[in-house]
């Protein structure tokens, strides 16, 4: 019986080293499953192994300690857990997040409006402002060096459909970085006539001297009284009810 019961044992050893041939990849915490798995999100928070490779791994995922973690948006991949609202660049406390010891801090370079699974820790420097949260801290050096390489995620969110945020704002907190340039900005005087401004309208001005333009580029459009604050990017997921609004002020 006992050799029976070994030979079991070793049979099932051989069998799962054979399955563990197979490539293999690490992960940490939730992330989007690829479309030849499935789709969706996996909601596994602990490290893991998948036999498919992350999704769009350049600016999707960080290297926490050998595995992969997910910093982007899992809304726009399905996922119907807990989620918070952030407005435009953040730090992202990983070990925090996935409660290890491993000290990692990486950078969100998402624009705008967007979701993450997870809450924020108490200390990082966020404000809470028009149901989202905006950085109000300072970034190092290491998020401007990262820039270069993660910024381009929004392109992998161009062609998804989905629900952002509703962030509709006057202004944005002081001490966010972004660059929805609010305060004492360029005010350029229209024309009494056309009296008209589009949405679709373009207008040049110098770029502000007082902010780091990091976020979405906005210009302010000086008409009587009231303020435009016009956003002259097309970020892909206008439409619906759920579209990205901004008031100026004035418009109350
Ligand atoms: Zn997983
Ligand atoms: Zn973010």
């Not at 459909?161 to 660059?179: L, S």
């Not at 207008?203 to 459009?221: F, N």
Request: net charge neutral.
């Amino acid at each position: 019986m006992r050799t029976y019961i070994a030979a079991l044992i070793a049979l099932v050893c051989w069998a799962g080293t054979a399955k563990a041939d197979k490539k293999q990849y690490r992960y940490v915490g939730i992330h989007p499953i690829a479309k030849a798995a499935g789709g969706g999100v996996c909601h596994i928070q602990a490290p893991h192994v998948h036999v498919y490779a992350p999704i769009d791994v350049k600016v999707q995922f960080r290297d926490h300690d050998g595995w992969n973690y997910f910093v982007g948006d899992p809304v726009a991949y399905g996922w119907d857990g807990p989620k918070t609202s952030y407005y435009g660049h953040h730090p992202i406390p990983v070990d925090v997040i996935v409660e290890d010891d491993h000290p990692d801090t990486e950078y969100c370079y998402l624009e705008g409006p967007h979701f993450h699974a997870w809450a924020p820790p108490p200390k990082l420097d966020l404000e809470l402002r028009a149901g989202a949260y905006w950085y109000v801290g300072t970034f190092p050096p290491a998020y401007a060096e990262g820039k270069v390489v993660y910024d381009p995620i929004d392109v992998v969110y161009q062609p998804i459909r989905y629900e952002r945020p509703t962030v509709v704002v006057d202004a944005a907190p002081p001490g966010w970085y972004g660059a929805i340039v609010v305060a004492p900005a360029p005010v350029v005087v229209v024309p009494a006539r056309p009296a008209r401004v589009s949405a679709g309208v373009e207008v040049h001005v110098p770029a502000p001297s007082l902010r780091v333009e990091i976020g979405v580029p906005t210009v302010q459009i000086g008409i009587g009284g009231g303020v435009i604050v016009h956003d002259h990017h097309d970020h892909g997921w206008h439409g619906g009810k759920g579209k990205w609004k901004k008031r100026g002020r004035g418009h109350r």
